[in-house]
């Protein structure tokens, strides 16, 4: 294994039993034929009704995946009325759906107890809810009518299955049939897992008879089940509900391996001391010792039988024992080498990078995932490290900032960047934010100071480190005397600070460069956009962040009408350099040269030439294009008509927030198309296209059309005038970078 220098192997005498002698290398399961007993009668006994903490609080919140058909009255109907025309059969004439399935929501949800009782236990109408897969409204019911709901749950969920996750609550033999029946079933199989946990003494009397009916799905069941069971709460539990059967029952389920860690299966996936030597060594808590290759071997063993959602009840007794550093390492090392499970991870190591990866594991990730293209993910499910990248330990924000880097520089724009996408939506939503506002907060600051620099102490000597306008770190001496680069530590500098200093400077080299191409792109969009700020928002996300506030300096901003920048000392100045102080109120936005007119641009250019200020992108110096005289009325531009391009100017086009059209008979893609802030459409169209599997085979594109639409693929012509100046100048860049 990786060798740590002076750590020595820990003595077999300080590990658990686990890790010398793991119940595998006992014992494997015996050949022989499983106990049967036959005619064990189940227990009969009243439903009864107990709620996992918080549950039913979280049903009666949780939202119709269809609110439209379960609208509440607009005023509070007669429910007596109401109710007679269930009694009297005069809703049975009604379709299922409409009026009668919302009438029968309202009245169980909001109506008088008697009333609701009543059409619960009315069985004539249980068929509308047999077939009804959505089983919110089921845990509604369950929620509001407790037990009194329990005859109409039980029908829904024999129709089917995924409304069995409305059973939770409850405890009796029926419901425990349709629940061991749940078990591993599509989007039911949480919450038949949580039945059997919650109830756990309680429910196994109602599965032990199924766990020695003879050999098949539902014995194989019922076994899991009472696994569960026991992992929860011990498998005396289990042995105590088999004596309500006699003591041949006791004999048959003390055969089975209910023991926790005593599950696992007959073919166990199991690295060799080769490939288990490759790994970093896992140093115990204290990092003077570390597991020896064996133990390591069967550490390596319980994880790759683990899933996330079911891992290896020894894990916990290994994960207690060692070093948490060691461990995410070790995990992270466990996913380079881990192979032949047809997944971008196994599920094992899937757990161990969720249980106990850090912040780095989760880093090196979504490295990984950012250079994942749409087949890579499909073929190897890497949307589940989405999850994995979710669960890691570390501070909320920086699991934002990987799924914000995931959703603007993925190579996967199908599948990861999507989902990575909504993820961030769902923050922003929480927060009460929309998604670029909380793409704003997720900068960081890269440990700078409060002037946005870097101190770097040597011990006899320091340097400072700043920012030029593309966010690249450059050093000056104690005196303020630039240099190439940070010289390495000297025979003079102090061992310890210098070699530390000399790495952080390294590192924030690194961490600049992922961060500094999102950021000044994000920043062209909103130009393009028009994005803007409140006041506090321009202050705190801009001028007054350590690092923004390098590029902030470097652009022109405005405030209602008045352009002004920020000077080196974080004051704000106008075009004459006299100060600026921003109004109350004011939204702040980044102006586009169009809006600004060329003598604004000109003067405030010759300000920021007399200050040597480079920009991080082309503001004023950006082309400026209008369109000519008849294009305001027309609905196409034919001066870009007929002209040809290569086709990876056409692709290019995608980097710049154009869209390629979807692939069209014989697999060739005949548009590039531009959804406008405002949602208007603008589609170039060419001939003959480009083949997706050959692109080569027609290197050289005519633009047929380019017209405008009032919104995406509405068909419908529009006047380009309708176009705002910003993105008329946008578009007409393009087309004119296109047609050069």
């Known amino acids: 294994m990786t060798d740590i220098p002076a750590v020595e192997d820990a003595p077999e005498s300080a590990l658990p039993r686990l890790l010398v002698d793991p119940p595998w290398t006992r014992r494997r399961r015996a050949n022989a034929e499983p106990v049967v007993l036959k005619g064990l009668k189940r227990r009969k006994t009243p439903a009864v009704e107990s709620w996992p903490p918080g549950v039913r609080d979280e049903w009666l919140k949780t939202p119709h995946m269809f609110p439209k058909a379960h609208e509440p009255f607009p005023e509070e109907p007669d429910w007596k009325a109401l109710a007679e025309r269930f009694r009297s059969g005069e809703m049975l004439k009604l379709p299922q759906g409409g009026d009668r399935r919302r009438g ?43 037990l009194a709901a329990h005859r109409l749950l039980l029908h829904a969920a024999k129709g089917h299955v995924s409304c069995a996750a409305a059973l939770v609550p409850f405890l009796d033999d029926a419901t425990a049939q349709i629940v061991i029946g749940a078990l591993g079933r599509h989007q039911v199989d949480e919450a038949a897992r949580l039945w059997f946990t919650w109830h756990g003494a309680g429910a196994a009397p109602f599965v032990v008879p199924d766990a020695l009916r003879k050999p098949g799905p539902k014995r194989t069941k019922a076994e899991q089940g009472l696994m569960l069971i026991a992992r929860e709460h011990g498998s005396g539990c289990l042995v105590d509900a088999a004596r309500g059967y ?43 010792q570390a597991l020896p290759v064996k133990a390591v071997q069967h550490f390596v063993t319980m994880l790759l039988i683990s899933t996330p959602e079911d891992p290896y009840p020894g894990c916990e007794q290994v994960i207690e024992l060692c070093d948490p550093a060691s461990l995410a390492e070790f995990a992270w090392a466990l996913s380079v080498h881990d192979r032949g499970s047809g997944l971008w991870a196994s599920q094992g190591v899937q757990y161990a990078l969720r249980r106990f990866g850090d912040a780095a594991a989760a880093a090196r990730l979504a490295d990984r995932m950012v250079r994942w293209d749409n087949y890579y993910t499909w073929t190897f499910k890497g949307w589940t490290a989405l999850d994995v990248l979710m669960a890691i330990d570390m501070p909320a924000d920086d699991k934002l900032r990987h799924l914000d880097r995931i959703v603007r520089r993925g190579a996967d724009a199908k599948h990861l960047r999507p989902r990575a996408q909504g993820l961030l939506n769902a923050a922003a939503r929480k927060r009460g934010l929309t998604s670029e506002q909380l793409a704003d907060l997720l900068v960081p600051d890269l440990g700078l100071d409060a002037e946005g620099s870097m101190t770097l102490d040597y011990g006899t000597r320091r340097f400072v480190v700043g920012f030029d306008e593309q966010l690249k770190p450059f050093v000056t001496d104690g005196d303020g005397k630039p240099r190439k680069t940070l010289p390495k530590p000297g025979v003079k500098d102090d061992e310890k600070l210098a070699p530390l200093a000399h790495q952080r400077f390294a590192d924030l080299k690194k961490e600049a460069r992922a961060v500094a191409a999102d950021q000044i792109r994000r920043l062209e969009k909103a130009m393009v956009a028009g994005r803007s700020w409140t006041p506090e928002e321009f202050r705190s996300v801009f001028a007054g962040h350590p690092l ?12 209602d009408g008045t ?21 109350e109120g004011a939204r702040v936005t980044l102006p586009h040269p ?18 040597e200020i480079l920009q991080p992108f082309p503001q004023l110096g950006r082309p400026v294009h209008e369109l000519e005289d008849g294009e305001r009325e027309a609905t196409r531009l034919t001066r870009f008509e007929g002209a040809t391009a290569h086709f990876g100017r056409f692709m290019g086009m995608t980097s710049r927030g154009w869209e390629l059209g979807g692939k069209e008979t014989g697999g060739f893609r005949r548009q590039v198309n531009l959804i406008t802030p405002d949602e208007r459409h603008v589609m170039v169209a060419f001939e003959p296209g480009i083949r997706v599997l050959n692109p080569e085979e027609f290197a050289e594109q005519t633009i047929e059309r380019v017209m405008l639409m009032t919104g995406r693929y509405s068909g419908k012509a529009h006047p380009f005038g309708a176009l705002d100046p910003v993105t008329a100048s946008e578009m007409l860049a393009e087309l004119a970078r296109l047609t050069a």
């Open 104 to 146: 029968y929501y309202w009245l169980l949800m909001q109506g008088p107890d008697d009333l609701a009782e009543e059409l619960l236990a009315d069985e004539r109408y249980y068929g509308d809810w047999d077939s009804y897969v959505n089983v919110v409204p089921l845990k509604h019911f369950a929620a509001r009518r407790g």
């Open 246 to 288: 006699g003591e041949e029952a006791v004999a048959a389920i003390e055969e089975l391996r209910t023991d926790p860690l005593d599950q696992f299966p007959d073919d166990l996936p199991e690295w060799d001391a080769e490939t288990v030597g490759k790994l970093p060594r896992i140093l115990l808590r204290g990092r003077e």
């Open 548 to 559: 923004m506030r390098h590029i902030a300096r470097r652009l022109v901003w405005s405030a």
């Open 563 to 583: 352009a002004f920048r920020v000077a080196e000392d974080g004051t704000l100045a106008d075009v004459h350099d006299d100060g600026y102080v921003l109004p």
């Open 594 to 611: 169009v809006l600004l007119g060329k003598d604004t641009v000109a003067a405030w250019a010759s300000v920021f030439g007399d200050y």
